[in-house]
């Protein structure tokens, strides 16, 4: 940070929330405003839901003494596919009514700040790369496990964009071919098997083909309410299926951690999201699959660990987003 009067906000845009933080130059929270995303009611409500979420926090410091001119800019973490050249959002699958939304230039419009704009799970690996999991590292790797897998991927202290912004769509790494079907159409994804609900999807296919489980008990015969938190519960109680799924879960990840380690030749590897709260459940595997699977030269030495930063992980990244496209981080 050039001076330790400045300050920075990051925003983090989501389906479900919209969470803004004010920050000081070393990721100290001075303000934030958490609101639940009224996606449904459409864009111009969601664009108006983050200026008003921007000022409550910028509010929240000028209570404490922060003036206006210490403010340095906004940062957007948002799901993508997006621009962040130009900064347009080009679409947003929990936001309906999302096409091709210039969000820099209509921020800039309504805050008269600097507006940065970073897809959402980058915007997670830089904040890990600043202050989290992977500080003092120049090369990581991050996955986030929710009802889908997003990827940030950092080498040499860069996010690595690629030519037009779609560089780490790790959940759609095909790692079965012609396997289970994934969100985004295609078989064999990453996500497909590893994210939460395809966590949620195998289990319910091997109950339907008839395997005893204590899942059964667990949820009274309504499969539809088997999360992967159960899954985790079961296993731990020895349940042999629930076992099995883990197992499976953590086969899948190490395949994709390998190739990622064979390629990208990261010192860390971050897993952040729900389910990861399994901890040594899923991580122990995980670890000895990437083993298994990567090279020796490539695997050795690098950490597979999770995530630091919680629930402010997004903003956080959105807010290091800022620092780092102005050449301070
Ligand atoms: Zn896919």
Redesign the pocket.
């Given at each position: 940070m050039k001076f330790a009067s400045d300050y920075i906000v990051g925003v983090d845009l989501g389906g479900t929330n919209i969470v803004s933080l004010l920050i000081n130059g070393e990721g100290k929270v001075v303000g934030k405003d958490t609101r639940a995303t009224l996606a449904q009611e459409g864009k111009e409500k969601t664009l108006s839901q983050i200026v008003n979420s921007v000022r409550t926090v910028l509010e929240k410091g000028q209570s404490q003494g922060i003036s206006s001119t210490s403010i340095k800019g906004v940062g957007v973490g948002s799901p993508g596919p997006l621009d962040t050249k130009k900064g347009i959002i080009h679409f947003a699958p929990n936001l309906p009514g999302w096409n091709n939304v210039p969000l820099v230039s209509l921020l800039a419009d309504q805050l008269k700040l600097p507006i940065f704009l970073e897809n959402d799970a980058n915007a997670a690996a830089l904040a890990e790369w600043w202050i989290g999991a992977g500080k003092k590292v120049d090369n990581l790797v991050l996955l986030t496990l929710g009802t889908g897998i997003g990827g940030g991927i950092i080498i040499g202290g860069e996010v690595l964009h690629g030519a037009w912004d779609t560089a780490a769509e790790i959940?759609?790494m095909i790692i079965h071919e012609g396997g289970l079907v994934?969100?985004?159409g295609?078989r064999g994804?990453l996500?497909?098997y590893a994210s939460a609900t395809g966590v949620i999807k195998r289990t319910a296919s091997l109950i339907k083909a008839g395997r005893k489980t204590l899942l059964r008990e667990l949820v009274h015969d309504h499969l539809e309410d088997i999360t992967c938190e159960l899954v985790y519960r079961a296993a731990e109680r020895g349940d042999e299926l629930s076992q099995r799924i883990v197992e499976e879960t953590a086969r899948y990840l190490g395949i994709g951690i390998a190739s990622l380690v064979n390629i990208l030749n990261p010192e860390v590897v971050i897993l952040s999201g729900g389910m990861t709260a399994a901890g040594d459940l899923l991580f122990k595997p995980v670890r000895k699959y990437a083993r298994k699977y990567a090279l020796e030269a490539a695997i050795r030495g690098v950490r597979i660990v999770p995530a630091k930063l919680g629930d402010n992980t997004g903003a956080l990244g959105a807010a290091a987003t800022v620092l780092k496209r102005k050449g301070w981080i």
């Open positions: 959940g759609h994934c969100g985004c295609k994804c996500e497909a």
